[in-house]
């Protein structure tokens, strides 16, 4: 064959590909180095597959994130075709999402934790792909503590006086920028995360139980409360109300503050080259009431496909290379990414790279979940009643035991006769 032949040949295979290259819109969150693994996973699937995927960034907030979708879905609008959805949104959004077992077969989700396909799988069908877990983690400073000859807390007590002590010792060193912990204290669903921590571990329930009844009136509750109360303008900064994941990392990875709570995904970034606290850092389960157990709420991320999508077979088969094995471990080992297949918690480089996927692995298969399932499209109206009643107990304006009982009358309204 001459060249010429072999030429058109070739262009005319090239015309045939660009032919079927189609285009997918995908939504990423941006917390940390999301946006760029978001960025480095789909340019491997680009390549080998020849398609091209745009990327959206989303607001860092799951609160804003949500509205941000909800008007999309409620539109019916096709702008998107893979959408990264919150661990509690299966239930508010499954009308919207494909069933992804008829895309990838009934095993989809083998392998994966089973409490995450279950929540994910609304009236028999499968509506998210689990991506990535998350729950709460204390990480605190080892040089500090050993400087002060302290032990990480495990009661919030504990917490309380040992970052108490730090800070105040720390300050009158010359160190004037020190905080004793930092936390998510803004009104948005990360307050939630924390604020269940708090109650779940002080013995006071999980606002709603998996009946359905609303159990937050309690003392243990109250008390809880009140002591966080104590936290700000204390050991925490009063800016901490305005905290977001990002702001407690961003003052913790400075080396300001002894103790962070926080998700996985900041291991990484504490542990990054140009990170002030890089080698400095220990991470633990969070602290409970005395006598009581620890409770780290169950968060975490999953690849949905929008029903109003033009192409959800292609959207499917991003997910399902988004969502591999292959993908969740450089996640891991790259960026501090807890997988949702479990066998990776046994992987040698994974666990070399992130220590405490290993010691914390009953804390990440016992986390506590919201009440979500239980509320389902009234999940979001109880969220923000939480967190905006503890918000106000943070800033003052209510004790825990006014908070958590008209917040208990206030969920009775939500509720109704039933969720
Ligand atoms: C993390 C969790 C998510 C939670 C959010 C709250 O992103 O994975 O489940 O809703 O934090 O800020």
Redesign the pocket.
């Known amino acids: 064959m001459n060249s010429k032949w072999i030429t058109a040949i070739a262009l005319a295979g090239l015309a045939a590909q660009q032919a079927h290259a189609e285009e997918l819109t995908i939504s990423c969150g941006a917390?940390g180095a999301e946006l760029q693994l978001c960025e480095e996973g789909v340019n491997a699937w680009e390549e080998k597959t020849g398609h091209s995927v745009n990327i959206v960034s989303t607001p860092n907030?799951?609160t804003e994130r949500l509205s941000f979708y909800q008007q999309l879905l409620s539109a019916q609008s096709s702008d998107i075709d893979v959408m990264q959805v919150?661990?509690?949104w299966p239930g508010l959004l499954a009308n919207h999402l494909v069933d992804l077992k008829e895309q990838m077969g009934d095993d989809a989700a083998e392998g994966h934790f089973e409490a995450i396909v279950q929540n994910n799988t609304v009236d028999g069908r499968l509506v998210a792909m689990p991506w990535f877990t998350?729950a709460g983690v204390l990480y605190y400073r080892k040089d500090l503590l050993e400087k002060y000859d302290a032990e990480p807390p495990e009661t919030w007590q504990q917490l309380t006086e040992t970052a108490r002590r730090i800070k105040k010792a720390e300050r009158e060193a010359g160190n004037e920028d020190m905080w004793g912990y930092v936390f998510?204290g803004r009104a948005?669903?990360?307050l939630t995360?924390n604020a269940l921590e708090w109650v779940a571990s002080s013995g006071g329930g999980t606002l709603i139980d998996s009946e359905g009844e609303i159990t937050i009136d309690n003392q243990q509750a109250a008390d809880v409360l009140d002591l966080a109360a104590t936290w700000i303008g204390d050991i925490s900064p009063e800016g901490v109300l305005n905290y977001?994941?990002e702001e407690a990392r961003g003052i913790f990875q400075s080396g300001d503050a002894v103790f962070m709570r926080n998700?996985p995904y900041a291991w990484s970034l504490a542990q990054s080259e140009d990170s002030e606290v890089r080698n400095k850092v220990g991470v633990v389960a969070l602290p409970s009431a005395e006598g009581e157990d620890s409770a780290a709420t169950l968060?975490?991320?999953n690849l949905a496909v929008s029903r109003y999508s033009e192409n959800p077979e292609l959207a499917a088969d991003l997910v399902a290379y988004l969502t591999s094995e292959q993908e969740q471990k450089r996640r891991a080992v790259e960026a501090s990414y807890n997988p949702t297949i479990d066998a990776l918690y046994q992987d040698e480089e994974v666990i070399e790279a992130v220590p405490f996927f290993k010691t914390l692995y009953p804390a990440f298969t016992n986390a506590v979940a919201r009440p979500s399932a239980p509320t389902g499209d009234k999940y979001n109206r109880v969220s923000n009643s939480f967190f905006n009643a503890v918000h106000d107990v943070l800033s003052g304006n209510q004790s825990g035991a006014e908070a958590v009982s008209e917040l208990e009358s206030e969920l009775s309204r939500i509720k109704r006769r039933r969720w």
């Open positions: 917390v907030s799951s919150d661990v509690i998350d998510q948005y669903e990360g995360c977001t994941e998700w968060g975490g991320w």
